[in-house]
């Protein structure tokens, strides 16, 4: 994990971060989230509501580290919610989280049809 955790420092320094609640939502709806990771302590409403957000919006989605460690590793406060907005950099931190054992919830084959 300390590996994911230092590539999300590097995409914080690019801009490459959206960070906290309201800016992670923003981002996935408007469809620059290419990666969403929720902290494993972020209250139930909180995982519940990106979890049907990111299946929605077909982004992947992962639940791994605390608020304080996703906030240390972007140099803020602690923060429930981060979305990886470069798609190479969600692509390499979504490698290093498989290595590290932890699950993508990748919603494109996972949404229903719709009739």
Do not use: W
């Not at 320094?13 to 709806?29: D, P």
């Amino acid at each position: 994990m300390k590996r994911v955790y230092a590539m999300l420092g590097m995409a914080m320094k690019a801009g490459k971060v959206a960070s906290g609640e309201f800016a992670t939502e923003k981002s996935v709806k408007g469809g620059q989230a290419h990666l969403v990771l929720v902290a494993e302590d972020a209250s139930d409403n909180t995982k519940k509501m990106f979890t049907n957000m990111c299946l929605f919006y077909e982004t992947p989605r992962c639940v791994c580290g605390t608020k304080e460690e996703l906030g240390f590793a972007i140099g803020k406060a602690m923060r429930a919610s981060l979305a990886v907005t470069d798609e190479n950099l969600a692509k390499a931190v979504s490698e290093r989280l498989e290595q590290a054992g932890k699950q993508i919830d990748n919603n494109a084959n996972s949404h229903l049809e719709r009739v």
